[in-house]
């Protein structure tokens, strides 16, 4: 990827993180990257086209930071909760996905799927540490929703209320014998 694409991607997330995907138009993109309009263009013909590579760059560094992640911290639920909460606390302070994901039935169909592809990716990692189904889907619904709350009330405190007693209460389940949790 070029380095004027990687810039056109990094406007156009801090964007969304911010307004969504009708949060940004490729005008603004250009203007924030320093280019015309017609070099987004050249890169993302249309906005659906970036929003989605937007989505599918972050689902990549995303499963990547948990992957190191859970080389320090054998937890999954605190490896999780933390980061969220560094998005929380980061310059932007919105998941991408959780922004577009509370619209996604207004989201064209090739910027969804990468939304749900996402979650997916989050839900299935939680299941391969060690969480049942209902337990991955219930941080996920305490994490994105602690993190949308949070910033709803311009409040950090609250993620870390929201997330204290799941993260102290989960425990992993015993592992069989001849069966190791993959990593």
Not at 45 to 64: C, F, G, H, S, W
Not at 92 to 116: F, H, I, N, Q, Y
Not at 128 to 156: P, R, W
Not at 169 to 175: E, F, S
Request: hydrophobic fraction near 40%.
């Amino acid at each position: 990827m070029s380095d004027v694409a990687a810039a056109i991607m990094d406007a156009a997330e801090r964007r969304m993180r911010k307004g969504g995907f009708s949060g940004f138009s490729f005008r603004e993109i250009a203007v924030d990257v320093g280019v015309k309009s017609s070099s987004v263009h050249y890169h993302f013909p249309t906005k659906e086209n970036l929003a989605a590579a937007v989505i599918q760059r972050y689902t990549a560094q995303t499963a990547d930071l948990i992957e190191r992640e859970l080389q320090k911290e054998p937890n999954p639920v605190k490896v999780w909760v933390k980061a969220f909460r560094g998005t929380l606390h980061s310059e932007d302070r919105m998941c991408p996905c959780a922004v577009l994901g509370a619209s996604t039935m207004d989201l064209p169909s090739e910027v969804s799927a990468e939304v749900k592809k996402f979650f997916k990716m989050c839900h299935e990692k939680l299941v391969q540490e060690g969480l049942s189904s209902d337990e991955a889907s219930q941080l996920l619904a305490t994490i994105t929703g602690a993190l949308v709350v949070a910033n709803a009330v311009n409040d950090f405190a609250t993620y870390d209320r929201a997330t204290r007693e799941f993260t102290r209460a989960w425990k992993p389940a015993p592992v069989k014998v001849g069966r190791q949790r993959s990593k």
